[in-house]
């Protein structure tokens, strides 16, 4: 098991276009997390999955932003007409079910609107 | 972060023990972790607490005490490969998402 995955590890988009990113999460992890991390913040939370159904979406997930796990195995983050205020490393975790269970990061996608 | 309260920085000297202290308030809990990022990383897991006590795990010890929402994070024999940003997290018992504090970054100086 190589760990949690995401692709792109960097992403420079102009104002107003769409960018769309993948995590793979550890295999046989049910659970999936979406976060976004600032410089000098800690990760914010955007949105969990349980499997394939999406538990929760964070006030900070506008209308622009969307994320799917098909089949509850790999998730994608769309963010739609790009803003500025996008840019920040977006970081996807995994774990198992069950109480107490870790969750890894991948590496993150670092996003850069112009 | 939300509801969490931890320094912004700290320089300790390599060799030597320092004590990061995080406080919290949530309405619903299920555990807290220490998290460790270094710069341009993604944050990795140190240790897990569910009840009080200290958990010791070679050179990291985590404390909690619940009815306190307080918890420490121990290093001891400090490297400078442990200079990095050490995050205080708590889970939420309904939901089990994770809510991260904004980190402490510590500096360890020859």
């Known amino acids: 098991d190589t760990g949690v995955s995401q692709d792109p590890r960097h992403k420079i988009t102009k104002r107003g276009q769409n960018v769309t990113f993948r995590c793979d999460p550890i295999?046989?992890?049910?659970?999936l997390y979406w976060y976004r991390q600032t410089l000098g913040q800690g990760p914010e939370f955007l949105t969990y999955?349980?499997?394939?159904?999406?538990?929760?979406k964070s006030r900070l997930l506008s209308d622009r932003f969307s994320a799917e796990r098909p089949k509850g195995s790999f998730s994608t983050l769309e963010i739609q007409r790009t803003e500025q205020g996008d840019s920040a490393m977006y970081l996807c975790?995994?774990?198992?079910?069950?109480?107490?269970?870790?969750?890894?990061f991948g590496p993150g996608t670092r996003l850069t609107v112009l | 972060g939300q509801n969490i309260d931890q320094p912004t920085e700290m320089t300790a000297t390599e060799g030597a023990i320092v004590q990061i202290n995080c406080t919290y308030q949530?309405?619903?809990?299920?555990?807290l972790f220490w998290y460790q990022q270094h710069a341009g990383e993604a944050p990795t897991f140190l240790s897990y607490?569910?009840?009080?006590g200290l958990e010791e795990k070679g050179r990291f010890s985590s404390f909690l005490s619940r009815s306190k929402g307080y918890s420490y994070l121990l290093l001891k024999e400090l490297q400078m490969k442990d200079s990095a940003s050490y995050l205080c997290?708590?889970?939420?018992?309904?939901?089990?998402?994770?809510?991260f504090g904004s980190g402490t970054r510590l500096l360890v100086r020859p």
């Open positions: 975790a995994s774990s198992p079910g069950g109480e107490g269970r870790v969750a890894y």
């Open positions: 295999s046989e992890h049910n659970r």
């Open positions: 999955f349980q499997n394939e159904a999406q538990l929760e």
């Open positions: 949530t309405s619903g809990f299920n555990g």
């Open positions: 607490n569910v009840l009080d």
């Open positions: 997290v708590y889970r939420m018992d309904s939901s089990y998402k994770l809510i």
